[in-house]
């Protein structure tokens, strides 16, 4: 029986959905726990392998635990098919280098990869929600029996960076960072428990009945169920619009206000002393298909900008010659433009900030595995409540290569927190719209001082 759905985003679970358990418990567990104890005593300065570490000694509740122990607790977590965080984490990271090696190859049922790239094709949003870790989930997707599928897909979100899959709220963050109504995404999982909490947070769901898998013999309760992926029509109106023949031209004087409201925000944050010199860069999107963002001047002083000191730039923040925003007088767009433009297609941001910030730099080299911030009242400036949240901001290592810096941001950020500190360099901070991009700047910022007001770290 065939299940139609009209929705723009399609999440995927990995285990039993698209692939079968029996190769993630036969080949790949067995793969990681011949692994883990060189992982545990050659890479333990690392900070992915530190934090997980410290993570493992609070779930044992033994501060002092050695790696021995650590890698005793791993193997007994595997034989339970525990679903805890750093287990994914060690597990993502032995994964991603077999993977990158040659000696794993993951595995998809056959009909999955014909139908995503027919989705994909017709303008649905691919992305992935399962326990693994986001690094597992990139070096499956990336070696596939037919190759690198990563193109097809979007974000990638595990149990750290959206949370417990049973929980209606892991959705809902889901649901916000895709910036995506809940009625226009669609969850598929054999999990009768994941199919509830993702239809509780408003989803559309499906569930994946395939014999053999371990919920088979749970059924799949009240959701529509389906034998495979065959039995799955995607409707979007997504893929009308991309086939449009009409395209969004941004004209000289829209790009000219957009240059005045970033010189605005520019100035106010040079008052500051976050954009000292000509450090620093704003951008505001004008456009979404295509995608176009007027991006602040490299090399003025951003205390002292003008509206015709902004570039119009393109998805790949490269300027588009010929329109508005590219004549002499303009300049050049920064080479950190090609990184807004990543932020946005990532988050669906409307405005992105970057500035160079003392207490973001020094955070950074004090916590490079991340700050996390709790129970403070200024949390609610991020969307969050004050009381028994905590949210990490994450720290990545600098490059002056923007796709590998994009890809560090993609794999470290954390949808709750609208941000991430770049070690060495500074802060990128986004919004909805300008005004948002600001507020979010701000109260990270105050974050950032008090924990250096404090010394912590």
């Known amino acids: ?88 984490t060690l597990q993502g990271i032995v994964w991603a280098e077999g993977f990158a090696s040659g000696e794993l190859v993951s595995h998809f049922y056959p009909d999955v990869l014909p139908r995503l790239r027919e989705w994909h094709a017709a303008g649905v949003r691919l992305h992935v929600y399962s326990s693994g870790s986001v690094a597992a989930q990139r070096a499956w997707f990336g070696h596939s029996p037919e190759g690198d599928l990563r193109p097809l897909t979007g974000q990638f979100y595990d149990t750290e960076n959206a949370g417990p899959k049973l929980v209606a709220a892991s959705y809902e963050a889901i649901t916000a960072d895709l910036g995506a109504a809940p009625g226009r995404v669609l969850f598929l999982s054999d999990r009768p428990g994941e199919l509830d909490a993702a239809q509780a947070a408003g989803w559309h769901t499906a569930g994946v009945r395939r014999p053999g898998e371990p919920y088979y013999e749970s059924g799949v309760g009240d959701h529509p169920e389906v034998a495979s992926f065959a039995e799955l029509e995607i409707r979007t109106g997504a893929g009308a619009a991309a086939a449009a023949p009409d395209v969004p031209v941004v004209g000289a004087d829209e790009v000219r206000r957009a240059g005045a409201r970033l010189a605005a925000e520019a100035a106010r944050f040079a008052a500051f002393g976050w954009m000292r010199g000509t450090s620093g860069n704003l951008s505001v999107v004008l456009a979404r298909d295509p995608l176009r963002l007027a991006v602040t001047a490299s090399g003025r002083d951003k205390g002292e900008l003008i509206a015709d000191d902004v570039v119009l730039v393109d998805g790949r923040g490269a300027a588009v010659a010929g329109t508005a925003g590219t004549s002499a007088g303009a300049g050049k767009p920064s080479a950190e433009a090609g990184l807004h433009a990543r932020v946005v297609r990532l988050t669906g941001a409307g405005a992105v900030v970057h500035v160079h910030t003392v207490a973001a730099v ?89 924990e250096v007001a404090a010394g912590r770290g």
């Open 1 to 88: 029986m065939t299940r139609t759905f009209d929705v723009d985003h399609v999440v995927l679970d990995i285990e039993g959905t698209t692939s079968a358990t029996g190769f993630v418990v036969g080949e790949l567990y067995p793969y990681a726990r011949k692994r883990f104890r060189r992982l545990l005593t050659e890479r333990a300065a690392e900070p992915e392998v530190r934090r997980a570490v410290g993570q493992i000694r609070a779930l044992l509740d033994e501060p002092a635990a050695d790696a021995a122990r650590i890698e005793r607790a791993l193997g007994a977590w595997l034989d339970e098919d525990r679903k805890a965080t750093p287990l994914k």
């Open 362 to 450: 020094a955070m950074g080299r004090r916590r490079p595995g991340g700050i996390v911030f709790r129970d403070l009242e200024m949390l609610k400036g991020l969307g969050l409540p004050a009381d028994g949240a905590a949210v990490r901001l994450p720290v990545i290592a600098n490059s002056q290569d923007m796709d590998v810096l994009g890809d560090r941001l993609e794999e470290a950020r954390e949808p709750r927190m609208p941000a991430v500190v770049v070690a060495g360099h500074g802060l990128y901070v986004w919004g909805t719209d300008l005004l948002q991009a600001r507020h979010h700047a701000e109260v990270v910022q105050w974050l950032l001082e008090l």
